[in-house]
Nanobody, 127 residues
């Protein structure tokens, strides 16, 4: 059974940093696209970042470009989201996602077409 478990969320002041981790189990995702999304209650889930499995470039939402960095450690089957210069509007539940078959980031991936999702971790940025 595939599981994605996020960790690293918490409360931080504006301008601070957090690093989220997403540990996958049940299968290896070293060649597959993985991503991060976030959702505020009452709003649609939105794309944050994605990383390809076999080369190519990472992708970021305009709202986080230059502040967030997605990376992966295939030996640990884990993807990370380093979040710097955090703003109150970054407050949300952050979800990790993994694709079962795609190696490269597709338009569908940016729109949330992933096969597996984590349970989410809360990030709260105070002003």
């Amino acid at each position: 059974q595939v599981q994605l478990v996020e960790s690293g969320g918490g409360l931080v002041q504006a301008g601070g940093s957090l690093r989220l981790s997403c540990a996958a189990s049940g299968r290896t995702f070293s060649s597959n696209v993985m991503g991060w999304f976030r959702q505020v209650p009452g709003n649609e889930r939105e794309f944050v970042a994605a990383i390809p499995g076999r080369g190519g470039s990472t992708r970021y939402a305009d709202a986080v470009k230059g502040r967030f960095t997605i990376s992966r450690d295939n030996a640990k089957n884990t993807v990370y989201l380093q979040m710097n210069s955090l703003k109150p509007e970054d407050t949300a539940v952050y979800y990790c996602a993994a694709d079962r078959t795609n190696f490269y980031i597709t338009y569908g991936a940016i729109n949330g077409n992933f096969d597996y999702w984590g349970q989410g971790t809360q990030v709260t940025v105070s002003s």
